[in-house]
Every structure is written in C-alpha cells, then in structure tokens.
C-alpha cells in the first residue's frame, strides 16, 4: 500500500510540470512570434552576404590543397614511384572540381 501512496503521490507533481512547460512554452512562442516571410527574407540576406567569403575561402582552400598535392607528386616522382600520375591525376582533379563546383553553384544562384 506504501508503494501506491508513492506513485500517486508523484502523479499531481509530475502534471503540474508538465502544464508549467506547455504554459511557458506557449508564452515563448507567443513573445517571440513575427512574420514568416520576414524571416525568410533576413536568412536570404545573410546567406548572400556571406557567400562570397564564402566563395573565396573555398579558392584558397582549393590553391592549398594543389600546393599540397604538387608536393606529394614531387615527392612520389623523385621516389621513383609507378603510381605517380595515377597520384598526380587524383590531386590535379580533386583541386579542378572544388573550383567547378564553386563557380557552378555561384552561377546557378546567381549571386
């Protein structure tokens, strides 16, 4: 009997919680309501503006691992390695479709 007294002893404890947090969080929600669309279109900004830092760090992201990769390939030829321009092509390509798909997806938004 002392366990019944227990567990029902929580049940009025555990819903007044539970209308605690739909009450205050229908108030959040209700303060923090605005338009749609307005929201939409300040996200929209923010993307545009940041995209051509964007755009630029890829770039340069795209230089560096060419760097890189001309190292590993230098370093492979003087080794004496077969796979160097199996090597070379891999990093040559990798560089090449970082830059195409910046610039593609730079022109297919328009920005």
Do not use: E, H
């Amino acid at each position: 009997m002392g366990n019944v007294k227990k567990i029902l002893g929580r049940g009025p404890i555990i819903t007044k919680r539970a209308i605690t947090t739909l009450i205050l969080a229908g108030a959040s929600l209700y303060a923090s309501a605005q338009d749609g669309n307005a929201g939409i279109d300040a996200a929209n900004d923010q993307v545009r503006n940041y995209f051509d830092s964007g755009t630029n760090l890829m770039y340069a992201v795209g230089a560096l691992l060419g760097l890189i990769g001309a190292v590993k390939v230098y370093q492979k030829w003087n080794a004496g390695d077969p796979d160097t321009s199996k090597v070379a092509a891999a990093w040559f390509g990798s560089c090449v479709f970082l830059v195409v798909v910046v610039t593609v997806i730079k022109s297919f938004f328009a920005i």
